[in-house]
C-alpha cells in the first residue's frame, strides 16, 4: 500500500505522485508525532489510504498539491492548535479557494464556545480529545466521503 503521496512543495526532491486506487484519501493533520502515528495506523489498518502532516504548513501545502495536480482527497482531520498555521485557518483557506470540497473533522482538547462556532461556520465537525479510536472511527463513516 502506498502512503504519503502528496509532498509538500518545500521537498523538492520527492516528485509529486498521484495514487491510483479506490482507497478513500485522508489527509492527517497533527503535530504530536505519537498521536499521529496512532491515528494514521488504525485508519491504514481501516483501508484508507492516509497522508500525514505534522503542523499546518504542511496540511495547507498538500492541499495545494492536491489541487494542483488534480489528485483526490477524502477527507481531512486536523487538530486545532499546530505550529505554523492552525487547522482551522487551513480550513478557513480551503473555503475561500472553494477548489477543494472535503469533508473535514477538527479533533482538539482546547474546546471552547469560539472554537465550536469557529468549526461550526467553516463546515467542519468536531471531536474532543482524548478521543476512543472506535469514536473517530464511528465518526468517520458518518461523513460523505468522496469515494466511498
Known sequence: MQTNTLAPRRAAA???TVLQTDQPRIVLAEDDFEMRRLVAQALRRDGYDVVEAKNGSELLECLETAMRVQDR???VITDVRMPGLT??????WMNKVRALHVPVLVVTAFVDRHVRQQARRLG???LEKPFDLEELRARIRKLPLAST
Open 124 to 126: 467542519a465537525d468536531l
Open 73 to 75: 482527497i477524502d477527507l
Open 14 to 16: 520527492r516528485p509529486v
Open 87 to 92: 487547522g482551522l485557518q487551513a480550513i478557513d
